[in-house]
């Protein structure tokens, strides 16, 4: 079996194929993304400064620059490969956005030039080993301003074993699906990205028992996940969608008054 490991997003081809195919390979990418712009008009937050932890290739970042033109957004990732897409999508709101290179895991904090009033990340923390993500959830309450917001859309376990079982093979038979209505000019891209979905296949559905490590997908469920934001100080948390293995969780930070 390839191995699993932090690296392989380390890599030209895993970010310009991910970049390509992310929106059509996820279930409910695009819908998970408009339920938590939504929620951010519902809130009602004001001038936004958004941190996305682990963005990417900056599509989320791209859609609140653009639906929100008084933003700015701080765009943190560790991988060079994935900056650089970013920042090419990224280039016109030079002006909006600021790139940390940070580890998830590192004292990212520090770099922090402003406060964010919204912690936002999509498919990433699932990543990191669960008392790693415990300790992101505080230091994001941490970090965040008073009544700010954070979400997390991300690859977690339901409620009963079975039926996680069948979100995973739900996303087998979604990308198998996606292969007779993909475009033809994407047949290349399509390929290359169910390649790497080939080692997501054996690493978590033919060795399912295998011990996971940091960089595998360590996948914990929304309800443990959502008692770990409740632990560290946020209120009105809820799962606020969730489409078989995806969940967006989130929490606001709600200072009482002295
Ligand atoms: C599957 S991609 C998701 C990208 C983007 N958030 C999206 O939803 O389109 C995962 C991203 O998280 C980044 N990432 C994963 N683990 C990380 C870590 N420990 N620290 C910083 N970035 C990490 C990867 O480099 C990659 O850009």
Known sequence: MKQNSKERFHSESMASSYDEMCQLMVPGYNFMQDTLIDKIKFENIGKITLL??????????????DEFPDSTCIYLDYSEEFINIASNRLSKYIDRVT???????????????STPNIITSSSAIHHL???????????????????????????????????????????????EKLKEIIPKNLNTEYEMV????????KRNVDHIN???????????????????????????????????LWSMIGGKKIIKDP
Not at 101 to 110: A, P, Q, R, T, V
Not at 220 to 242: H, I, N, P
């Open 194 to 201: 169910m390649e790497k979905f080939d080692d997501w296949k």
């Open 99 to 113: 790139y940390i290179k940070s580890d998830i895991c590192d004292d990212w904090e520090l770099k922090l030039e």
């Open 52 to 65: 996305d932890l682990g963005a990417g290739s900056g599509i989320f970042i791209e859609r609140i620059l």
């Open 129 to 175: 080993l669960n008392e790693d993500k415990k300790k992101l959830y505080n230091k994001c309450y941490d970090v965040l301003e008073d009544n700010g917001w954070f979400f997390n859309i991300d690859e977690m376990k339901t409620v009963y074993n079975d039926a996680y079982l069948q979100s995973l093979h739900y996303w087998i038979y979604h990308t």
């Open 210 to 244: 295998s011990p996971k490590v940091e960089g595998d997908d360590i996948h914990e469920s929304f309800l443990v996940q959502l008692e770990w934001l409740k632990e560290a100080g946020f209120k009105e948390t809820d799962v606020f969608c969730k489409l078989y």
